[in-house]
């Protein structure tokens, strides 16, 4: 298939197949069989891990391992009136530029082996520490990642060899009181009082203002089950997110703390955890120099665009969190992307598929040689 099918079109084909067979989070069930398939066609070895989805591929010989990560999972969102998996964050893009950097190396020769690993969960923010359990980063001295860019912060036509991204936390918590009647609200805990309590005081954190922060209420949901009652219980979730990670853990302190606080004063329990921290970027200059050399050398000097700095999070970090050394860096592509990351009718240029694969290619290629 591969000697038949040119390369650019093999990357479109995978695109589509992807992009119409999304899978959430540790789902990517037949997501990782696509991708065995695929590499089976290349005559390229690979590597599933028993639990979870994703799988390893790897070419090249020599002691030294250079990697390339792509995520592989879909949202869960509503797309016209309908909920469903949706690949509206563009992973089923960075699979397919990832696996056309790969088809463009299969059969070169290398003085090091090139990783690719295909992770899941990227979303929930568990899959990179999954991988990482699992041996992943065995011997890899360069990790490098590739994402599309919405369109305001690149256009088609331009590459940047290095996105910082911000940190995050996620907080689920649940306020646990007594209902009451919507004539003795003073028999009972309004928990609605209690999360508008909660909201105040997100918005009256204040940090050093030369730091870029949010702290905000994405779910509230509290149902006495009838219009005059008063509810005492409800669920609540928070996302919190800085540019630095020592940041971070400064929101999640005043968090905690304003919780507690709150808790006393309307003596109502509040319960609380953090379900998921992604670190922010700790960018590698000389992968990130490593990167624009290859933007450079593949695409031409015109393409070649600044570092871009973004509120999103990603769990590409972790890896660079658990193994300090690593000379990593995450290339982001302009895509004239539209509305969003995120946003359910998200559309781009397939054209950035391309000039995604080229550059993942030329910056293995780099490393390896």
Same mark, same amino acid.
């Given at each position: @298939? ?7 079109? +093999?990357?479109?084909? #995978? ?59 879909? +949202? #869960? ?12 964050? $563009?992973?089923?893009?960075? @699979?397919?530029?990832?696996? $056309? ?43 490098? *990642? ?26 689920? *918590? ?11 609200? =003073? ?28 702290? !905000? ?26 540019? !630095? ?14 919780? !507690? ?38 695409? *031409? ?28 860096? %995450? ?11 995120? =946003? ?11 000039? *995604? ?8 290629? %780099?490393?390896?040689?």
């Amino acid at each position: @298939m591969l000697a038949v099918k040119a390369t650019e079109q +093999l990357i479109f084909d #995978w695109f589509q197949h992807f992009h119409e067979n999304p899978e959430i989070s540790w789902k990517e069930v037949k997501t990782t069989e696509k991708l065995a398939d695929i590499l089976r066609e290349m005559g390229v070895s690979f590597k599933r891990f028993e639990g979870v989805t994703g799988l390893v591929a790897e070419i090249g010989k020599g002691d030294e391992v250079i990697a390339v990560r792509a995520d592989i999972d879909a +949202l #869960w969102q509503e797309v016209d009136g309908v909920m469903q998996a949706n690949h509206s964050c $563009g992973h089923d893009a960075n @699979m397919s530029m990832v696996l $056309g950097a790969l088809a463009a190396l299969k059969d070169e020769v290398f003085t090091k082996r090139i990783r690719f690993i295909f992770q899941p969960a990227e979303e929930t923010g568990g899959g990179a520490l999954a991988m990482i359990e699992r041996g992943v980063m065995q011997d890899v001295t360069h990790l490098f *990642g590739v994402h599309l860019r919405p369109q305001e912060e690149l256009p088609l036509g331009k590459v940047t060899p290095a996105i910082y991204h911000g940190a995050a936390a996620f907080l689920g *918590g649940t306020i646990s009181g007594a209902d009451a009647h919507g004539a003795r609200p =003073h028999q009972g805990n309004n928990a609605i009082e209690v999360a508008v309590a909660i909201q105040h005081m997100l918005k009256n954190i204040h940090i050093d203002p030369f730091e870029v922060y949010s702290a !905000k209420l994405t779910k509230i949901v509290a149902d006495g089950g009838s219009v005059n009652i008063i509810p005492g219980n409800a669920s609540f979730s928070i996302d919190v997110r800085a540019q !630095k990670n020592e940041i971070l853990a400064q929101l999640q302190r005043h968090v905690d703390k304003g919780l !507690k606080q709150i808790g006393d004063m309307f003596e109502t329990e509040i319960a609380w955890d953090w379900q998921d921290v992604t670190p922010g970027a700790e960018v590698s200059l000389e992968g990130a120099a490593v990167a624009e050399r290859a933007i450079v050398a593949s695409l *031409g000097e015109s393409y070649l665009a600044p570092s871009v700095v973004t509120p999103g999070s990603d769990d590409f970090h972790f890896y660079t969190v658990k193994k300090p050394e690593l000379k990593a860096a %995450m290339i982001g592509v302009g895509a004239n992307l539209a509305p969003g990351l995120h =946003h359910p009718n998200m559309t781009f240029d397939p054209q950035a598929l391309l000039d *995604g694969a080229k550059v993942v290619a030329e910056t293995l290629k %780099m490393v390896a040689k």
